[in-house]
């Protein structure tokens, strides 16, 4: 295991390559992450510690670029480490090739997707992965259809839209298996129905305690004498944090 130090610099040799050498950052990056030496930095998340620590550096847009996308890169490469081939090829893949493979790619499968990745254009491949698809996906995915009015249909992309941007600024994958942008769609749905003391019972903001932006539950029974008033708790949805946000 590297020292804090031996890992920012690894992390910091990988962004000033301008080539896509993932393998290496995806290392160090995953090293940063479980052994919480961005916390060491002064940083509440890796993503945070990539955009921040390199601001104004050289590595500043390769830091904030890969701030994005930094769980999908994580999820990457613990399954480079579980699949050989995948490890070998990981950085003659192309960047957008790799993450569609990732959502397919098994020990028993792997060669295949590699060479497909390597020869086949993104809309190929995307392609045939959609028209092919694994016993993974038959296991976790469920098929819901929605009979929707064109503008309906229109809202509903937008706010998936909105909600995608709000989750990948917060480095998670809006398209991962844990479906966070719709359930931030659904969270603000769901807190337009019924108040309490004028408040939404749900709302979605970045939470203070744990950097990420999550649902934050009102919790009237725990509200604090402020002055004439009192300060508004909320819950967060993803550390549990109790957190003041509002003051009437």
């Not at 990981?90 to 098994?106: K, W």
């Not at 993974?136 to 839209?161: C, D, F, I, N, S």
């Not at 995608?164 to 991962?176: I, Q, R």
């Amino acid at each position: 295991m590297t020292t804090p130090e031996e890992n920012e610099e690894a992390i910091s040799r990988a962004l000033s390559v301008k080539t896509e050498t993932d393998y290496a950052l995806a290392e160090a990056l995953f090293e940063n992450y479980t052994n919480g030496y961005y916390r060491l930095h002064g940083y509440r998340s890796v993503p945070e510690f990539l955009r921040e620590h390199f601001r104004g550096k050289e590595q500043d847009y390769a830091g904030r670029m890969h701030a994005r996308g930094f769980q999908r890169l994580i999820r990457e490469f613990k399954l480079a480490k579980e699949i050989p081939a995948f490890k070998a090829a990981f950085d003659q893949i192309s960047r957008s090739n790799r993450r569609l493979i990732a959502q397919v790619i098994t020990p028993e499968n792997a060669s295949d997707w590699i060479e497909r990745a390597l020869t086949l254009t993104y809309r190929e491949l995307e392609d045939l992965i959609t028209a092919a698809p694994t016993e993974a996906k038959a296991e976790t995915m469920v098929t819901k259809r929605l009979r929707l009015y064109p503008g309906q249909l229109e809202v509903l992309e937008r706010a998936l839209a909105v909600a995608g941007k709000l989750v990948e600024a917060d480095g998670a994958d809006p398209n991962g298996p844990e479906g966070p942008k719709l359930e931030l769609v659904c969270l603000e749905f769901i807190s337009t129905y019924g108040t309490v003391d004028g408040f939404k019972p749900v709302t979605t903001a970045e939470c203070v305690g744990c950097g990420r932006f999550s649902a934050l539950k009102r919790l009237p029974e725990m509200d604090l004498p402020d002055g004439d008033g009192k300060a508004i708790v909320f819950e967060c949805g993803a550390c549990r944090a109790m957190l003041v946000m509002k003051k009437v």
